[in-house]
T-cell receptor, first 116, second 111 residues
């Protein structure tokens, strides 16, 4: 149980294009999902908290107009990197908070974004 | 501010118990201790969590000191697949409080 998937696992795009990453909780409902970014040899940094049916809460320094988050259902959140640039190349990871009585976060496998 | 302190790296022989320490001397009464690990190029994997009692599951055991200022994650019989970065995180559950990842401990299992 408590499986989170991400799609795609890897994407390469040209500078200036937009990329959408999907995060799904496969066997549980998640009212809250989180989006993280991880640069090489660095730790995970939280970008935003996504709540089903409401606007996402962004961490300081994260541009909300560049990283669009939609949490339209209890099992799906999407992150769209708009007008991507090479500096946006990173490993993007989502997590979903389980409401099974433990409030544990379970993570997806991550999406490797490379912007040329 | 880092809430936890972990050694940057550790080695452990395959088949032996791996004991990963974590200091959280400023932990508050309602904060739990969570352990995650991240194998290279994968998302973090939940291992175990606890409040004050020792906990055990199919992956590991968590030993929390009586004053709750430190804890130890124990992998009883380490395998090569346990090579990963291990993160110790303190957090209050049920309040949408985020997980704050520090630098963790890079555990290398030696054949």
């Amino acid at each position: 149980g408590a499986v989170v998937s991400q799609h795609p696992s890897r994407v390469i795009c040209k500078s200036g294009t937009s990329v959408k990453i999907e995060c799904r909780s496969l066997d549980f409902q998640a009212t809250t999902m989180f989006w993280y970014r991880q640069f090489p040899k660095k730790s995970l940094m939280l970008m935003a908290t996504s709540n089903e049916g409401s606007k996402a809460t962004y961490e300081q320094g994260v541009e909300k107009d560049k990283f669009l988050i939609n949490h339209a259902s209890l099992t799906l959140s999407t992150l769209t990197v708009t007008s991507a640039h090479p500096e946006d190349s990173s490993f993007y990871i989502c997590s979903a908070e389980s409401r099974d009585g433990t409030d544990t976060q379970y993570f997806g496998p991550g999406t490797r974004l490379t912007v040329l | 501010d880092a809430k936890t302190t972990q050694p940057p790296s550790m080695d452990c022989a395959e088949g032996r118990a791996a004991n990963l320490p974590c200091n959280h001397s400023t932990i508050s009464g309602n904060e739990y201790v969570y352990w995650y690990r991240q194998i290279h190029s994968q998302g973090p994997q939940y291992i175990i969590h606890g409040l004050k009692n020792n906990e055990t599951n199919e992956m590991a055991s968590l030993i929390i000191t009586e004053d709750r200022k430190s804890s130890t994650l124990i992998l009883p019989h380490a395998t090569l697949r346990d090579t990963a970065v291990y993160y110790c995180i303190v957090r209050v559950p049920f309040g949408n409080e985020k997980l704050t990842f520090g630098t963790g401990t890079r555990l290398t299992i030696i054949p």
